[in-house]
Each structure stands twice: as structure tokens, then as C-alpha cells.
Nanobody, 115 residues
Framework: QVQLVESGGGLVQAGGSLRLSCAASGSIFSIKAMGWYRQAPGKQRELVATITGGGSTNYADSVKHRFTISRDNVKSTLYLQMNSLKPEDTAVYYC?????????WGQGTQVTVSS
């Protein structure tokens, strides 16, 4: 069972940047497909980006060319670099292990973008 701990959220003005981190432990991180999801108030949780163990990435259309998912397999850490942030990016961001039949979630980190 993998344990996931996110960090790096906060309050930022529109147009600003943040980098989220997700420290993983308890399993073999390097072979896992990982992802970032987000959930805004009153909305369903949605996929933001995924990355395979081999480094292939996939993004939601709403964040393409603004967000970058990456991983450091030596540090067992997943990242999400978020640039050109918009108020509609405000949400709780969750790190996820998406490599198995059941998604494992972190506790989430709040990102708030002010206009």
C-alpha cells in the first residue's frame, strides 16, 4: 500500500506559479503510473495530468501548455509545475497512484488563485 503526501499548495495571484510535490512511500514508486487530480467546491474530482513509469504524460485540455507533470524516481516524488494560473484552477489538488485497479489518494493540498 502506497502512502502519498502532498505539499506546495497556497494562495497565488492570477498569472502566478506554484509547484506541488507528492512524496510517495511504501511501494515501488518507479514503476507506478501516477497522476494529479483536483476538486473544486461543488464539483466532481477531475483528472489534471498523468505520467507513466516510463515518463509518458497526458494532460487535461484545460491545463495543457500551462502545467507540467514530472517525477523523480530516486526521491520517489511526483511534481506538478503550474504556470499562468487562473482563478478557475482553484481547487484541492490530490496526488494519486493510478497504476492498479483501485486509485490510492493523498490527503490533498489547497490551491487558491485570486483574480
Amino acid at each position: 500500500q502506497v502512502q502519498l503526501v502532498e505539499s506546495g499548495g497556497g494562495l497565488v495571484q492570477a498569472g502566478g506559479s506554484l509547484r506541488l510535490s507528492c512524496a510517495a512511500s511504501g511501494s515501488i514508486f518507479s514503476i507506478k503510473a501516477m497522476g494529479w487530480y483536483r476538486q473544486a467546491p461543488g464539483k466532481q474530482r477531475e483528472l489534471v495530468a498523468t505520467i507513466t513509469g516510463g515518463g509518458s504524460t497526458n494532460y487535461a485540455d484545460s491545463v495543457k501548455h500551462r502545467f507540467t507533470i514530472s517525477r523523480d524516481n530516486v526521491k520517489s516524488t511526483l511534481y506538478l509545475q503550474m504556470n499562468s494560473l487562473k482563478p478557475e484552477d482553484t481547487a484541492v489538488y490530490y496526488c494519486a497512484d493510478v497504476s492498479g485497479p483501485r486509485i490510492s489518494w493523498g490527503q490533498g493540498t489547497q490551491v487558491t488563485v485570486s483574480s
